[in-house]
């Protein structure tokens, strides 16, 4: 899917998926009128793209799509569309850091058989780019909380099984680590 179309079905399925349900009278499908349905900008994208997108999300089942009586269409976000949805809220995810460090250190340890190994390099690169400080290959840390957005990243990966958080208040060495974060004391 090239990232037009991964655009398009993004800003639809999020639209859905924040309405709930979306009731819309029916509309030309090669009409303006769908793109303006979505808050689609006609001039990034062609009329049709919107019409082509729920089909190809229907067919995906990420939605429903039903024909009322009176010519109103009806469409619903699935659980398989909540759940892609969610893969994409991780895409802008962010960890907001307080003002003032609490001095705990967050902790995140992972055991991932080999059979999920796309899940475990998928938590790694994450983990890395929520500049979160590689210990080992499979421990990283990170010095605010964080335990939702970890409970959260591996409920998308469904791995929640295989991770490990923690918090302390120290860690051996942690010159390095609080240079990392630029939490040096200064004097």
Known sequence: MNIKKKTIAKIILATIGFAGIMTIVAVAPNSLQMLEIFGLGKKKYK????????????????????????????????????KKLLEY????????????????????????????????????????DLDFYPLQKSLFVFPYPCQDEIDFIAEIFQIQNHITYFETPEISNDYKIKKYFDLLEKK
């Open 47 to 82: 009329p049709r793209s919107a019409y082509y997108a729920l089909k190809r999300m229907q067919k995906q089942r990420l939605i429903e799509i039903k024909k009322e009586l009176d010519d109103r269409i009806v469409l619903m976000i699935t659980e398989k569309g909540k």
């Open 89 to 128: 809220n991780i895409d802008d995810m962010e960890i907001k850091k307080p003002e003032k460090w609490d001095k705990k250190w967050r902790v995140i340890s992972f055991d991932i058989p080999e059979k999920r190994k796309k899940a475990r390099e998928a938590l790694r690169e994450k983990l890395k």
